[in-house]
């Protein structure tokens, strides 16, 4: 019978893999309802981010310009991405897979300059140190992750309600064409978009590098999590991609905690039976 | 009736097929192992690529996660022979048939309650489920480590599979009935219908077509030759591990489908050898296979989308409209 | 007899209500026309009856029988078929086969996978006669992109023909074509078989007092007059309404 500290533990760690899971599936979302894509790379982004982040943090022992560096590398990328290549392909189906062919370009220049070395990223050092839960210690800074997401959360609500650019966002997503009609430059409301996505992807993968370890293959896995959420949560709204990011942080915590072989089978088997009886996610 | 193809179309496949009679057949006589070996390679993976453009080429439905039959082919294959000691070869295919077939009524029906962009989604996250299940599987699939000793078939014939030309010409029999099948099934008024669905679902719909049970049909074929394919390359190495189901191995017969063109029945059997020699070439000078096959990727994407069999379709469109513009 | 009948009929987008209400019959064989202002709803009600879209409220039937769940593609089995406003062929495919595949769509070898689409001489041969018929033949192996905006209206009416409909919908067939060219497909539509019935939208009034015995009239959505060419052109409603701005 599991106790109520392991459940605590069980249920803050599930919610602060949630956070950085939201972090990606939000981009994802936004590019797939504005840009309709699956930008494929988005995993890479989150791993490249690691290492560059990892490597400045490391080498300048400051976390923040760690973070400010994996996030701005990544933002750069996309931008160029969008800018260069994205804008050029003339369907869906091309612009997927240019990323895909993006994901294998990306992982080999990251094994040739990292190697196969998973890096290590210490949090920074105020956010050290941990918490009494019951019998278990738990990271401050995982408890700080939860916060950030959460602050994250809030604000894209904001911005997306409450400001201009948010607007031009939802019209995009229900209408392209009304929004070039009437005026707004469709093409850099897509670079912005797959900018600020490639961003939140930076931002998860600098500040995910303590709690997950960055290695070659973290951009298939973290893609397919951040997928298998969109399945999940709904492909269409962040509410979804939150509420799917926080099911499948948990059900990752709770099959890692309570059933360790079997934790990769539980996340696909919600996910099936999500396919199974609401194949656009449970927010529709 | 008129005649379909013009005497000089008929001139010119004649051509097609003495040359790709010469290649196939007589050339393995007089080159090394290694290449003959190359050659098996290209067939079953250009098996493999014909399947994926059965949905991608005339369907128009892109699945990243068709390694799943490729994987479950070899996977039957393996267990069979290794775990059940099975020693039946047409058993074993049979049954992967069959496993691949079912996987694909499911995942098929799983993955078509959606289209477009969503589509392309729960095939990645189905094939990936499946990647884990493999993977994580110790007990049945050996896991990480995978299975091993995987004899070639033994057919009662005076020529022994384990000699590397004697396989090639076996797999070059399922490789002439699989192009034949295909071939047929693309002419077919299913096949046709098909190419109208790729191009104009709702009207089709509008015109009185079942369009989902055509996609639901097709995937399940593609599924089908998939895990054909994937059992003959288990024969081909001796061994399976979970790399056959990964996203790797679906992205890469997605890329030979399209280097060779899509839009040409043939097209993914050249994009399997131009995309397997490359990366043999490659893979002996340096180990960023993966480099080079995004970059083509990219490439082939931006420049040739159309693909190497498409390309001179592709010029004559842009002549055609050079030659057009001419007259004004 | 009744061939198409719309009980009750509605369909709202959010607040948006595209057709309020409608009640309509048609008799088979009759030739009637949907005429009403701009977003009066008569594409929608024609993609209610298609089964392109699904009332909010009401039924549809299709000789009797409730077709109201019964998805696109079955309804053209019950014997419907439609054209459409906005040109929906099948652009980079040839004209025959667009035909072809429109005319294979009610053959039984529709799903056969191992003999040649071209081995079944019967589909030629019925595309030849529809082409024929419809003029195109000579340009039977264009791109249907490649028609002039008149030679693909006749298309999209070949293409409808092809099921042998006992119910066709015409939606605006006329739309964008000169005289010449509307006179003439007029003529053709004048040239379909007595227990075909007929259904247009249009805004064409002309084309409308040639071709329709009994007209309804939309407007916002809502069936606001029903009748005879004379009754119509006579209703104080209509003329207020719609063919008050024709003048």
């Not at chain 1, 599930?14 to 504005?34: D, N, P, Q, S």
């Not at chain 1, 050092?125 to 839960?133: F, Y």
Request: some cysteine; aromatic content about 12%.
């Amino acid at each position: 019978m599991p106790q109520a500290d392991q459940l605590a533990l069980v249920f803050l760690n599930g919610i602060t893999f949630g956070m950085l899971l939201f972090l990606l599936a939000a981009g994802l979302v936004l590019m797939l309802g504005v840009m309709r894509i699956i930008n494929l790379a988005h995993g890479s982004f989150y791993m490249l981010a690691g290492f560059i982040g990892t490597a400045v943090a490391v080498k300048t022992g400051n976390f923040a310009l760690g973070a400010l560096a994996g996030m701005g590398a990544i933002g750069i990328l996309g931008l160029g991405m969008e800018r260069f290549f994205l804008r050029r392909l003339p369907g869906h189906l091309e612009q997927i897979l240019f990323t895909l062919g993006c994901v294998y370009i990306f992982a080999d220049l990251a094994r040739g300059i990292w190697g196969g070395h998973p890096q290590l990223l210490p949090p920074p050092a105020i956010l050290e140190g941990s918490v009494l839960i019951g019998d278990y210690q738990f990271p401050v800074y995982r408890l700080a992750i939860i916060f950030f997401g959460l602050v994250i959360a809030i604000g894209l609500w904001l911005l997306l309600e409450k400001t201009r650019f948010g607007a031009i966002i939802r019209a995009g997503v229900d209408d392209k064409e009304m929004v070039a009609g009437i005026g707004i430059n469709i093409k850099l409301v897509f670079t912005g978009v797959f900018t600020f996505g490639a961003l939140l992807a930076g931002l998860a993968g600098v500040i995910g590098a303590p709690i997950l370890t960055v290695n070659l293959g973290l951009d298939w896995t973290i893609l397919t999590l951040a997928l298998v959420v969109m399945v999940v949560g709904g492909l269409r709204t962040l509410q979804g991609a939150l509420l799917g990011s926080l099911l499948i942080g948990l059900v990752d915590s709770v099959g890692t905690f309570f059933f360790p072989e079997l934790a990769m089978f539980l996340i696909f088997g919600v996910m099936a039976l999500i396919l199974a009886f609401r194949p656009y996610g449970i927010v529709r | 009736m008129e005649s379909v193809l013009s005497r000089a179309k008929q001139i010119r496949y004649a051509l097609y097929l003495l040359a790709g009679v010469i290649i196939f057949l007589v050339f393995p006589q007089f080159i090394s192992s290694y290449y003959v070996l190359l050659l098996t390679e290209i067939l079953i993976y250009a098996i493999f690529a014909l399947s994926v453009n059965l949905l991608l080429g005339y369907t128009g439905l892109l699945s990243l996660g068709q390694a799943a039959f490729w994987g479950a082919g070899g996977y039957t294959v393996a267990l069979l022979v290794v775990n059940a000691g099975v020693d039946n070869f047409w058993l074993c295919i049979v049954a992967a048939l069959l496993v691949s077939a079912i996987l694909g009524f499911v995942f098929g029906f799983l993955a078509l309650r959606t289209t477009g962009v969503y589509f392309i989604m729960i095939t990645l996250a189905l094939g990936q489920m499946l990647w884990a299940i493999v993977w994580r599987w110790h007990s049945l699939t050996g896991g990480d480590d995978g299975l091993s000793g995987i004899t070639r078939p033994d057919l009662g014939l005076p020529w022994s599979l384990w000699d590397t030309t004697n396989f090639y010409y076996f797999i070059l029999i399922f490789f002439a009935i699989a192009v034949f099948l295909l071939y047929r099934i693309t002419r077919s008024p299913f096949g046709r219908t098909l190419i109208g669905i790729r191009e104009n679902e709702s009207r089709l719909q509008a015109l009185g077509y079942n369009t989902w049970r055509y996609k639901y049909i097709c995937f399940v074929i593609a599924a089908i030759f998939g895990g054909l394919a994937g059992a003959l390359k288990v024969y081909q190495d001796g061994f399976i591990s979970p790399t056959y189901c990964s996203l790797t191995v679906s992205a890469m017969v997605l890329l030979m489908a399209l280097i060779g063109g899509t839009r040409v029945f043939a097209g993914p059997i050249f994009g399997a050898g131009a995309v397997w020699i490359i990366r043999s070439i490659v893979s002996s000078y340096t180990g960023y296979w993966n480099l080079i096959l995004g970059i083509l990727m990219v490439i082939v994407v931006m420049f040739a989308p159309r693909g190497i069999a498409g390309y001179p379709a592709q010029l004559k469109e842009r002549y055609g409209i050079l030659k057009s513009r001419r007259r004004f | 007899m009744e061939s198409l009948r719309a009980e009750g009929v509605s369909k709202n987008f959010g607040s948006l209500y595209a057709v309020q209400n409608v009640s309509l019959s048609v008799r088979t064989g009759e030739r009637r026309a949907i005429i009403g202002p701009n977003g009066a709803g008569k594409t929608t009600l024609f993609n209610l009856f298609t089964g392109q879209l699904k009332p909010s409220a009401g039924q549809t039937y299709m000789f009797g029988q409730d077709v109201t769940t019964i998805p696109v593609h079955q309804r053209v089995h019950l014997g419907l078929a439609r054209t459409f406003q906005v040109m929906n062929l099948i652009f980079d495919l040839s004209v025959l086969d667009n035909v072809q595949l429109a005319i294979q769509a009610v053959m039984p070898f529709r799903f056969a996978m191992f003999r040649s689409q071209n081995a079944y001489a019967n589909l030629f041969e019925e595309a030849q006669s529809l082409l024929t018929q419809w003029g195109l033949w000579e340009r039977r192996k264009e791109l249907a992109r490649d028609l002039s905006y008149g030679e693909q209206r006749r298309v999209e009416l070949a293409m409808a023909l092809a099921s042998k409909p006992k119910i066709l919908l015409l939606d605006e067939p006329t739309s964008g074509l000169s005289e010449a060219e509307a006179a003439s497909l007029i003529a053709m539509i004048r040239g379909l078989g007595q227990d075909t019935t007929l259904i247009i939208v249009e805004h064409d009034m002309d084309v409308v007092f040639e071709l329709a015995d009994y007209i309804t009239v939309l407007h916002y959505g809502q069936v606001i007059a029903e009748g005879t060419k004379e009754e119509i052109k006579a209703n104080p409603k209509v003329r207020e309404v719609y063919l008050g701005e024709e003048e």
